[in-house]
């Protein structure tokens, strides 16, 4: 018995650490297994496994064609009319491209369409399609297969999160092989920009295959081939050698996912990386002192602070002292590191429809007096909900303005949120409100007033439909609004934004804050990326290493 | 024959506790603020366009059809479909798996290899450099926060001295600074629970009995005291491997290492119920077999345990 028991226990002693060391060596067999193809170019030592590119090894001579970037989020899709987030929309646009794209003052210019028109009513579009471009899977760009992409954009049973976005298409016709007309129901000024943003052409096997379904081939015409999507680890690109415009000189694009800001910066400061997306303004310096190249391009995204409009926030002159008692220069300079600019309207000063407006200096005085003249001369007290962690500085923002409010006799009582609840909260409608003001950001993908304006300003976008946090409401603002959606000609339409800006300026149902700057940085023998219009984009079509 | 019959029995009163966890999962998220199909398009998109999403999505179906549908199609074999990434919820989690996997096993190794010589040294002499290293630590893992720990390996390791990778998975290099930095937090309770385990046995009947009888010292130590000691042992890396594969969130997130639980946290933010809930079963899932495990392991640890667990089967 005695003995049995004592072998028991050692067989079952070596079972456990076999067991043990089975698992920890299958543990590590499988990511080795699932180990993609070696980058040969940017490891500092050599790869034990034999490098499945043998063309870039046999030139080690000449210089470095692999870029690796840092970015901070996953792709959640790649299915062409499904993108929302500016960072996959970046990514993707290496290899899909749309009909018409932007030049580097925000113009619209030709793109996989060689010429367009427009009806003198603007509501017919006519789209004359370059020749001989062709997509990745060899089939050829014509008027059928962009009419199947309009289409699959417009059928109601596919996941589309943008379509109301592009315009009142109502439908689309082929003339001919090369030349599509599309036809709006009513006359949509920011349609040729919307078009450049969001329809990413596809071909149309893809279309045909999936369907309605989510696209998960990723096919386009663009200057890189997708190769490969490793989830939640990197998304790899390959130049596309056939492509028909102007050839890109890196080989390949590696997109490394690395959610953590703080390890962005160490990624490249430790050369893991060659440019790296987002990072956080602390690290400024630091990267500076590392003499990397340090890139703080403007977003289209636009911060305030929207008043509800109830209790003592119906008063304009309560709106208007609390603008006159925040100190947003200092602000940006101290609490964002310099990492905003300050527009004098409700949206960025790079969007078309940008007025400038008289600032509301920084005057605690004048708000004290306008706050007396209202019949607060005794203070009065405001909760002040933000989210936290999801834009640059959020929080710390936030407790600067409660700060600056104190001073004058308003007392902030801070409402911290995570993002989905934030966004549940700011859905209700009025008389559901538990707070009286809302740090927001508002960043439409096209840098156009239209996008701006009517979704903050317009009455019908007020929660619960839309999230225009003001509730404003302004019978002429909203009739301006309309009239500048179906005006043509350009003049006419900045007019009508700079009639509305005014009145909204006046009327203060924000605290305007500033426009977002975002802080990138690149290894210094980096030249040549291109840093797209609307600022939050960086494309590697033409860059190359010295 | 009798293990097989134990199995059995486990792996059937599992199954309540499983629709239980569904249940729960099912209306806890639900109960959580914030709309996918608003979160999905994001804060810019047009009420119209939100509310086609969530037609598509099926969340416009009242509640009570939901967990019916929910529930058929588990009983089929289906997690469903991702709302976010519109990808079988399934492919998602496996996709992951292999790394969470990997990282916990690898981490768990590395923290018993040096918790189990620190802590019976610390508990046979209790004033020597072992113990006092052992309780540093012990109390370093246990109170520093591992994000910090994380950072500064990173910047020692990577970015000064150039020879890890910072952040990836993709050799077994990149695997070096997670684990390590993972074992520091598993280290100080495996130490501490081994010490006192240890002690514990040291002071027991049959242990003096053992001494009185003239036993050499190491076969003291190796078949009785170690032997007893292992129970509380393997309770805890139970415990510890459980937690581990649900997804060590921090760790993941700041090498970027792309396992369960930076999936997980994706899925809270966007409000993802089919992935939240798959993730969530998953980790119910692995927690029962590893209880299960552990079991059989006592069992096999301590005949008194086995005849317990066989006679009641």
Redesign the interface.
């Given at each position: 018995m005695n003995l049995s028991?004592?072998a028991?226990?050692k067989t079952?002693a070596i079972?456990?650490v076999v067991i043990?060391i089975i698992?920890?060596v299958g543990?590590?067999g499988?990511?080795?297994t699932?180990?993609?193809t070696?980058s040969p170019t940017t490891s500092?030592t050599p790869s034990p496994t034999s490098p499945a590119q043998t063309t870039v090894v046999t030139t080690p001579t000449t210089a470095k064609d692999t870029i690796k970037v840092a970015i901070g989020v996953?792709l959640?899709?790649v299915?062409p009319h499904?993108l929302?987030?500016t960072t996959v929309f970046n990514v993707l646009r290496h290899v899909y491209e749309p009909l018409v794209w932007f030049d580097d003052r925000g113009n619209v210019i030709p793109w996989l369409a060689e010429k367009y028109e427009v009806s003198s009513d603007g509501k017919v579009y006519t789209f004359y399609l370059r020749k001989g471009v062709k997509f990745h899977d060899n089939t050829e760009l014509n008027a059928y297969v962009v009419k199947a992409n309009f289409d699959r954009w417009l059928d109601?049973?596919v996941?589309?999160?943008?379509?109301?976005?592009l315009g009142p298409v109502s439908k689309v016709e082929v003339v001919n092989n090369y030349t599509l007309k599309v036809y709006l129901s009513e006359p949509y000024s920011p349609f040729l920009k919307a078009l450049g943003t969001y329809l990413f052409i596809t071909s149309s096997r893809v279309i045909e295959s999936f369907g309605n379904?989510?696209i998960?081939d990723v096919v386009g015409t663009g200057p890189y081939k997708f190769i490969s999507w490793?989830?939640?680890?990197?998304i790899v690109l390959e130049r596309n050698e056939g492509y028909w415009g102007e050839k890109p000189i890196l080989k390949r694009i590696e997109w490394?996912?690395?959610?953590?800001a703080?390890?962005r910066v160490?990624?490249l400061?430790?050369?893991?990386v060659d440019f790296a997306f987002n990072l956080p303004p602390t690290d400024m310096d630091r990267v500076k002192n590392a003499k990397y190249s340090v890139i703080t391009p403007i977003s289209n995204r636009i911060m305030f602070i929207a008043l509800v409009p109830r209790g003592p926030l119906t008063d304009v002159r309560v709106r208007q002292a609390l603008n006159y008692a925040v100190d947003v220069d200092a602000i940006i300079a101290n609490v964002l590191y310099g990492l905003a600019v300050r527009p004098n309207a409700p949206l960025p000063s790079h969007a078309f429809g940008y007025a400038d407006m008289e600032p509301y200096k920084y005057d605690p005085e004048k708000a004290k007096q306008l706050l007396r003249e209202a019949g607060y001369s005794s203070g009065l007290k405001l909760v002040l909900m933000h989210p936290t962690g999801r834009y640059v500085q959020d929080k710390q923002v936030a407790e600067a303005v409660q700060a600056y409010l104190s001073k004058v006799g308003v007392a902030v009582e801070l409402k911290t949120m995570d993002?989905?609840?934030f966004?549940?909260?700011l859905?209700k409608p009025l008389d559901q409100k538990t707070y009286d003001m809302v740090l927001l950001g508002?960043?439409?993908?096209v840098a156009d007033a239209h996008?701006y304006l009517y979704?903050q300003f317009h009455s019908s976008?007020a929660p619960p439909?839309?999230?225009a946090a003001a509730h404003y409401n302004n019978p002429k603002v909203d009739e301006l609004l309309d009239k500048a959606r179906s005006e043509l000609n350009e003049s006419k339409r900045a007019e009508y934004y700079r009639e509305a800006i005014k009145l909204i300026w006046n009327d203060a149902p924000w605290i305007f804050l500033y426009t977002q700057k975002w802080f990138y940085a690149a290894s210094p023998s980096l030249q040549n990326y291109t840093v797209h219009i609307d600022g939050e984009q960086v494309y590697f079509t033409k860059a190359y290493f010295k | 024959m009798s293990l097989a019959r134990y199995l059995i029995r486990r792996v059937v009163q599992v199954i309540p506790t499983f629709v239980g966890a569904l249940f729960f999962m099912f209306i806890l998220v639900r109960v959580l603020p914030g709309d996918p199909a608003r979160l999905i398009a994001g804060p810019e998109a047009l009420e119209e366009d939100v509310r086609r999403i969530r037609e598509l999505l099926g969340l416009n179906k009242p509640l009570y059809v939901q967990f019916v549908d929910y529930m058929v199609s588990i009983l089929r074999g289906d997690l469903g479909t991702s709302l976010k990434f519109g990808t079988p919820v399934i492919n998602e989690i496996l996709n992951r798996l292999p790394y969470t996997i990997a990282l916990a096993l690898v981490a768990e190794s590395i923290a018993l290899s040096v918790a189990l010589p620190l802590g019976i040294i610390s508990a046979l002499r209790p004033r020597s450099k072992a113990t006092y290293i052992s309780s540093v630590i012990s109390l370093t893992g246990s109170s520093v926060p591992i994000f910090w720990i994380a950072l500064i390996f990173i910047y020692i390791f990577s970015v000064s001295l150039r020879i890890l990778p910072s952040s990836g998975a993709d050799s077994p290099r990149h695997i070096v600074l997670p684990s390590i930095t993972l074992s520091l937090l598993l280290m100080g309770n495996l130490t501490r629970i081994t010490r006192s385990a240890v002690i514990e046995s040291l002071s027991s009947n049959h242990v003096l009995t053992a001494l009185a009888k003239g036993l050499k010292y190491r076969v003291i130590l190796i078949r009785h005291v170690l032997k007893n000691a292992l129970i509380p042992i393997v309770t805890i890396m139970g415990i510890q491997i459980g937690s581990l594969l649900g997804g060590a969130i921090v760790t993941e997130t700041v090498f970027a290492w792309p396992g369960i639980g930076s999936l997980l946290i994706d899925s809270i933010f966007y409000r993802d119920y089919p992935l939240i809930q798959g993730i969530i079963l998953f980790i119910v899932l692995v927690f029962i077999v590893i209880n299960i495990v552990v079991d059989v392991i006592y069992a096999l640890i301590d005949p008194r345990i086995r005849d317990v667990l066989w006679r009641t089967s």
């Open positions: 028991r004592k028991l226990s079952s079972v456990i043990a698992a920890v543990g590590i499988i990511t080795l699932r180990q993609p070696p500092p996953d959640d899709t299915d499904a929302t987030t109601p049973t996941k589309v999160p943008q379509r109301t976005q379904k989510t998960t490793e989830k939640g680890k990197r490394l996912i690395i959610p953590e703080s390890t160490a990624a400061l430790a050369g893991d993002w989905p609840s966004v549940a909260e859905l508002w960043g439409p993908a996008f979704g976008n439909k839309g999230l | -």
